[in-house]
């Protein structure tokens, strides 16, 4: 997780420190991953991640 969460921010491989992706981008791609998994439906989520 980035230190400070901006949507331009990076999210970075905690093991080697390769760059993933921007927040806005791991934010797009993980609501895309749950709408796969759960087509139909919206999850109960704690996490306000927008998907």
Do not use: F
């Not at 901006?6 to 806005?24: F, I, M, P, R, Y």
């Amino acid at each position: 997780m980035p230190g400070r969460i901006e949507q331009n921010s990076d999210v970075t491989c905690a093991k080697c420190g390769h760059v993933l992706a921007s927040w806005a981008e791991y934010k797009r791609r993980i609501g895309q991953v749950l709408r796969e998994a759960t087509p139909g439906r919206r999850l109960a989520i704690s996490d306000p991640i927008d998907w």
